[in-house]
């Protein structure tokens, strides 16, 4: 901002500058036009003696309007030193102003330098961390394995349970069967020792619920059986 109002005020100073030359240059032409009048007016004054007394006066004139003119150049010539020396001022203020931003371009390029230093170390530290990211993609993957792996055993785990539970219920239904059967052989056996009397309703129910929960539990074996069938083969397709 600084510079560019020294720029202003050195523009300034130089249109007065052109201002006051071409003053100059007008009253040369006009003090060289006046020579010319006078050389004009002294060939009138000597083919017309006559009018002697209004040449005289009319030279006295121009000789007055010859000398302020000659007081104006002098104080434009005062004028344009002053804007001269001026301008040389400015020059110098616009020489330092000059250095100073060479400085600041100097500093600028240093900043810049040390930018594309920070930003190498960037990409490099980008980089890094890529590898970071595919390492941990990598760790991700083989947790995600781990976890598949797990989530098969705990399957297989759970299948074994409830094959086992399956067992443990099968096992149940074979030992009411045997308790059926033992109660049946039981009630066969007091009936035919006893033969028919009172304690032949008693056998005849003992014999009948035995009977029952042979088919009963013979069923539910079967079932359990199928049941463990389709579990085993699930574990074997895993």
Not at 74 to 93: D, F, P, V
Not at 192 to 208: E, I, K, M, N, P
Not at 213 to 229: Q, S
Request: net charge positive.
């Amino acid at each position: 901002m600084q510079q560019s109002t020294d720029n202003a005020k050195t523009d300034n100073a130089l249109d007065g500058l052109r201002s006051l030359m071409a003053r100059s240059v007008e009253l040369q032409e006009q003090e060289t036009r006046i020579g010319s009048d006078l050389a004009d007016m002294a060939r009138t004054r000597t083919e017309s003696t006559s009018s002697l007394l209004g040449f005289a006066s009319t030279t006295n004139e121009y000789s007055k309007h010859q000398t302020a003119m000659a007081e104006e150049r002098t104080a434009l010539t005062r004028e344009q030193t002053r804007l001269s020396t001026r301008s040389t001022e400015l020059g110098g203020i616009r020489t330092d102003l000059s250095r100073e931003r060479t400085t600041l371009a100097n500093q600028r390029t240093d900043l810049s330098v040390h930018r594309t230093n920070l930003a190498g170390d960037r990409t490099t530290l980008a980089r890094e961390r890529t590898g970071l990211s595919h390492r941990r993609t990598d760790l991700a993957q083989a947790r995600t394995t781990l976890a598949e792996g797990r989530n098969r055993f705990a399957e297989r785990r759970t299948g074994l349970s409830t094959l086992r539970t399956e067992l443990a219920r099968a096992r149940t239904y074979l030992a009411l069967i045997r308790t059926g059967l033992a109660f049946l052989v039981l009630g066969i056996s007091l009936f035919r020792y006893f033969g028919l009397s009172w304690w032949s309703v008693f056998d005849g129910v003992l014999a009948a619920s035995s009977a029952l929960v042979i088919v009963w539990a013979g069923r539910g074996y079967f079932l359990t059986t199928h049941r463990m069938k389709k579990i085993d083969a699930l574990l074997t397709a895993q």
